[in-house]
């Protein structure tokens, strides 16, 4: 099983570029979110999706645009990259919106802007 | 405010010890409580949740840890750490239903010595 696919692993943007983060799941799951993780800060919420065609805010959500045209990939677009966005994100996906269900993350992307 | 702290940045025992990571939460309502493990270059892995019955809950690889209400606590152990167990462990917390409200700790990083 795949479960859930980010690409690219790593990347250096020039502050003012815009890149898409890829993500993909094979689980079929519904709910699917993109995480930044800072040091000391844990992982805070970008943007979530409860379904296709569904988005919506989460805790740190300036900066980044997402949709949702299929159940299966939820990609993360910088519209215009910062120094400030300089981060290892984390794609998940979770089976329906009940908190007891595991939540899947991809393996992270790392992301420098420079 | 909901909050969930893990006091320690990180922690260093020796293999073989034992092994208490803490967690305390601020939350309104009866949480999901949650611990999850972040190896090197790696995406986050659910260790295991908890939300009611026994208050010793058990997880994968011999971990387990505690819900204490009256502390607001849900400290991780294990009885006797392996080499393969440094890493980067968070406590995250979240409510009944919408999932992508769960709020991760900033995390404690283990070190083994052997």
């Known amino acids: 099983n795949a479960g859930v696919t980010q690409t690219p692993k790593f990347q250096v943007l020039k502050t003012g570029q815009s890149m898409t983060l890829q993500c993909a799941q094979d689980?079929?799951?519904?709910?699917m979110s993109w995480y930044r993780q800072d040091p000391g800060m844990g992982l805070r919420l970008i943007h979530y999706s409860v379904g296709a065609g569904i988005t919506d805010q989460g805790e740190v959500p300036n900066g980044y645009n997402v949709s949702r045209s299929t159940t299966e990939d939820f990609p993360l677009r910088l519209l215009s990259a910062a120094p400030s966005q300089t981060s290892v994100y984390f794609c998940a996906s979770r089976k329906g919106q009940g908190t007891f269900n595991t939540i899947y993350f991809g393996e992270g992307s790392w992301l420098t802007v420079v | 405010a909901q909050s969930v702290t893990q006091p320690d940045i990180h922690i260093t025992v020796s293999e073989g010890a034992s092994l208490e990571l803490r967690c305390n939460y601020s939350y309104g309502a009866t949480p999901y409580l949650f611990w999850y493990v972040q190896s090197p270059g790696q995406g986050l892995q659910l260790l295991l949740k908890y939300f009611s019955g026994d208050t010793l809950v058990q997880g994968i690889k011999g971990f387990e840890a505690e819900f204490k209400r009256s502390q607001s606590s849900f400290n991780l152990r294990k009885p006797s750490v392996h080499w393969s167990d440094a890493a980067e462990y968070f406590c995250a917390v979240g409510p009944y239903t919408g999932g992508f409200k769960t709020i991760f700790g900033a995390g404690t990083r283990l070190f083994v010595k052997a």
């Open positions: 689980m079929n799951h519904e709910y």
